[in-house]
DNA sequence: AAGTGGTCTAGACCACCCC
DNA sequence: GGGTGGTCTAGACCACTTC
């Protein structure tokens, strides 16, 4: 048989897990650079970099753009189905949030858009674009898309805090019932750069729509989160 | 500014793209060698690749390992929260769907076992694995795994077929909750090859434990899905 | 046996981040 | 300005799939 030869590839990926462990790094530490890891391990930077992007993969390290590799911090647990507001999410797993307002536009609703809404496409829609932070490190951005005839006004009010609270509190809409999916797609120029991310990295796309107590959809979402940053975690009981 | 730089990297992407519009390669057919391609577009295998990988990230074309690139068809539409069998759930696709028996073992759980279980290490567990087609594609690898005691005589069943079936009709267990996490990592050696991946690249890994009408956890299961294979959508109401 | 993708070498230039 | 990761070249050998 033996057919388990051990490949440079994968020896290589052991010696910087043995690295990572030895050297007791930090999460969110930074690795040494590819030139100095490969010739640590006698190798060239593109073999070096193959195994930099398998731990990748099993999510032990992440990258920011053209600064670097870092060790993974715990992920963030998150359940779309809940009806927490990040801040409190992140502060119930003793964590540090922040959001930042990054762009609002007032503009017809695109293809994908209006899909998820059920609607015509041209239905203005506000279009609010932020960034939440974790511990300071962006790992999280969203588009929120609400039609704009339901939501009069709504520009003029502080939109770095919760949404879901200002839609209870001022218009009186209280989600009901949603739906959401959960795709891989490659990071647009926007939120790559928002991420600290390559252009066409990987990210955790989730689309979602609310409805109203009376079936009516008023708003839908787009999160794109770094991989690395988050765990997906669902319960049929809890709400 | 002018920071749009066209690097030849997105160039070949869209002219790759060009050449699936083109040649109307229909889903699962199979791309031309990376070695015809990169002497189509006069670049080396190593850029061509990096192209592939990209357009693998945003879910255009697949790879099987060793036998080359081939265009993505649709995805299965899943919602992990359903009870609905993976054969019904594939037909009500209009895809044809299929269960490979892989092996059977009876064993003492292991770490990641016992902890979504709730249970010693040690209880002992019957773990089926089984192999799930799409359309004659692998594209799900499953784990379940019993707790033992519950399900006497069990092996003695067929058990390509339903299970959450077999779970009503021979025991009265029923579901009636389930709590399950979705995460991305690299694949094991089995799940690569059983997946035709390549050993480490990623599957969508869906982790998820069933409780029965008492609230009593009968059993947990492993899910690991080729990502370019799945769209997971989720609706709070609809069960 | 022929051809494929997987792995690997030994360099290079560039845009960008950080100091 | 020095160093980083991102991109790119022009080859090579091997294990495996397919015929």
């Given at each position: 048989?033996?057919?388990?030869?051990?490949?440079?590839?994968?020896?290589?990926?052991?010696?910087?897990?043995?690295?990572?462990?030895?050297?007791?790094?930090?999460?969110?530490?930074?690795?040494?650079?590819?030139?100095?890891?490969?010739?640590?391990?006698?190798?060239?930077?593109?073999?070096?970099?193959?195994a930099?992007?398998?731990?990748?993969?099993?999510?032990?390290?992440?990258?920011?753009?053209?600064?670097?590799?870092?060790?993974?911090?715990?992920?963030?647990?998150?359940?779309?189905?809940?009806?927490?507001?990040?801040?409190q999410?992140?502060?119930?797993?003793?964590?540090?949030?922040?959001?930042?307002?990054?762009?609002?536009?007032?503009?017809?609703?695109?293809?994908?858009?209006?899909?998820?809404?059920?609607?015509?496409?041209?239905?203005?829609?506000?279009?609010?674009?932020?960034?939440?932070?974790?511990?300071?490190?962006?790992?999280?951005?969203?588009?929120?898309?609400?039609?704009?005839?339901?939501?009069?006004?709504?520009?003029?009010?502080?939109?770095?805090?919760?949404?879901?609270?200002?839609?209870?509190?001022e218009?009186?809409?209280?989600?009901?019932?949603?739906?959401?999916?959960?795709?891989l797609?490659?990071?647009?120029?926007?939120?790559?750069?928002?991420?600290?991310?390559?252009?066409?990295?990987?990210?955790?796309k989730?689309?979602?729509?609310?409805?109203?107590?009376?079936?009516?959809?008023?708003?839908?979402?787009?999160?794109?989160?770094?991989?690395?940053?988050?765990?997906?975690?669902?319960?049929?009981?809890?709400?």
């Amino acid at each position: 048989m033996e057919k388990n030869k051990t490949t440079q590839l994968s020896s290589i990926k052991e010696s910087l897990i043995e690295l990572l462990n030895n050297r007791d790094l930090q999460p969110s530490q930074k690795l040494p650079s590819e030139r100095a890891l490969s010739l640590l391990f006698s190798t060239t930077r593109i073999t070096l970099k193959e195994a930099l992007l398998a731990l990748e993969i099993e999510g032990i390290i992440y990258r920011e753009d053209r600064r670097g590799w870092f060790v993974c911090p715990v992920r963030l647990i998150y359940n779309p189905l809940s009806r927490c507001h990040f801040n409190q999410l992140v502060s119930d797993q003793q964590r540090s949030g922040k959001t930042q307002l990054l762009a609002v536009r007032t503009q017809p609703a695109d293809a994908q858009q209006s899909k998820l809404l059920e609607l015509d496409k041209n239905t203005q829609l506000h279009c609010i674009e932020r960034l939440r932070y974790v511990d300071n490190r962006p790992v999280l951005y969203v588009q929120n898309c609400l039609i704009s005839a339901l939501f009069p006004a709504i520009l003029a009010q502080d939109l770095s805090q919760s949404l879901t609270l200002l839609y209870q509190q001022e218009y009186g809409y209280q989600t009901s019932r949603s739906r959401f999916d959960v795709t891989l797609c490659g990071a647009s120029k926007e939120v790559a750069s928002a991420l600290h991310l390559a252009p066409g990295q990987q990210v955790l796309k989730i689309g979602r729509v609310n409805y109203q107590q009376q079936g009516i959809i008023i708003d839908c979402e787009f999160e794109y989160w770094r991989p690395d940053a988050v765990l997906i975690a669902i319960d049929s009981h809890a709400g």
